[in-house]
C-alpha cells in the first residue's frame, strides 16, 4: 500500500549545547499511514516528535507539510495545521464534562434577542456522532473527565483532533500507563483514525504494539535513521538488531545481516 506524502522530514539535525541528538533524519510519513518509531533510551525520538510538533525549533534541515516547507514557532501554530501531540490527560480539563471538552473554545452558541445562549444539545449530539463514530463508548458524556479512565481520556483526545481537522497526530508511549484492555482499543482507535487519512507517529517501545498498529516502522539509533521499512517486510528479531545496530535497513547504509 502505499500512501501520499503529508510529512517529509529531511536531514532534521538537533544539538542541544555539545551533544548532537540527532544526527540527521529523514524520513515520511504520509496520509493514513501509522508509522511506529521505535529506538533506545535517549537515540532521539521524544526530541524529534518535540521539533515535528513545534515544541522544539531544529538546528538544521527541512520539514515539509503537505508539500510546503514549514517552521513552527510553537505547538500552538503547529495544532492551527493540524499537527498536534496527544498526551494522555494533559490537555483535558478534569473538572468539566466530556461535552465541553470537546468543545473548549469552540461552543456553539447562538443569540436570542442578543443574548448568547451555549447549544448544549446540539454539542452533545455532535460529540455522541462523534464517538460513535470512532467506536468509542462512554456512559454519559455529561461526566466530568476525572472520573473517565485513561484510556477513555485519550478516546476524547483522538476522536477531537480527528474531528476538528487534525491530519498528523503524534503519540509518545500512549499506553504506558493503561492496561491490556485498554491499550487495545487505543490501537484500534489509532488504526480508524488513520483509515480516515490522517497520519500517525506512534513511539513505543514495545515490539507487539508497533506491529500491531504499524505500516512502516522507523528505527533511530543515535540519532540517525537506522531502519525505514514495511512492516510487513519486517520482523520483531530484525528491528531488534537495527535497534542494536546489527543491521540496517532502508537507510543509505543498508546491511541485511541473513542477505539478501
Ligand atoms: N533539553 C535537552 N537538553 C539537553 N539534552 C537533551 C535535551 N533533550 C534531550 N536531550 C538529549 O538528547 C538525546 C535524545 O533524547 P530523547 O529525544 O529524549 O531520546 P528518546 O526519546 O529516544 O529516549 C539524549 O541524549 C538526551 O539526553
Ligand atoms: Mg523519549
Not at 548532537?20 to 493514513?32: H, M, N
Not at 521505535?38 to 520539514?63: E, Q
Amino acid at each position: 500500500m502505499s500512501f501520499e506524502t503529508l510529512l517529509d522530514l529531511q536531514d532534521i539535525r538537533m544539538n542541544f549545547g555539545a551533544i548532537e541528538a540527532l544526527r540527521g533524519i529523514s524520513f515520511t510519513v504520509g496520509k493514513g499511514e501509522v508509522v511506529a518509531l521505535l529506538g533506545d533510551n535517549g537515540a532521539g525520538k521524544s526530541t524529534l516528535v518535540k521539533i515535528i510538533s513545534g515544541g522544539l525549533k531544529p538546528t538544521a534541515g527541512r520539514m515539509m507539510f503537505e508539500g510546503n516547507e514549514r517552521a513552527f514557532a510553537s505547538p500552538a501554530e503547529a495544532k492551527a495545521e493540524g499537527i498536534e501531540t496527544v498526551y494522555q490527560d494533559l490537555s483535558l480539563c478534569t473538572n468539566v464534562d466530556v461535552v465541553g471538552n470537546f468543545f473548549m473554545g469552540r461552543e456553539i452558541v447562538k443569540k436570542y434577542f442578543g443574548i448568547p445562549v451555549l447549544q448544549e444539545k446540539e454539542m452533545e449530539k455532535v460529540v455522541a456522532d462523534a464517538m460513535a463514530h470512532a467506536g468509542t463508548r462512554i456512559p454519559s458524556l455529561r461526566t466530568n473527565v476525572e472520573y473517565l479512565s485513561g484510556g477513555q481520556r485519550q478516546a476524547i483526545e483522538l476522536n477531537r483532533f480527528a474531528h476538528w481537522g487534525g491530519k498528523l497526530v503524534l503519540l509518545d508511549e500512549p499506553f504506558a500507563a493503561l492496561g491490556v484492555e485498554q491499550t487495545r482499543r487505543g490501537l484500534d482507535m489509532i488504526k480508524r483514525i488513520a483509515a480516515q487519512g490522517i497520519g500517525v507517529i506512534i513511539i513505543t517501545h514495545i515490539m507487539t504494539q508497533a506491529f500491531q498498529v504499524a505500516d512502516r516502522i522507523v528505527v533511530i539509533r543515535q540519532g540517525k535513521v537506522a531502519g525505514d521499512v514495511a512492516a510487513k517486510k519486517t520482523s520483531p528479531d530484525e528491528v531488534v538488531r537495527m535497534i542494536t545496530g546489527e543491521s540496517m535497513i532502508g537507510t543509505a547504509q543498508e546491511t541485511r545481516p541473513n542477505g539478501p
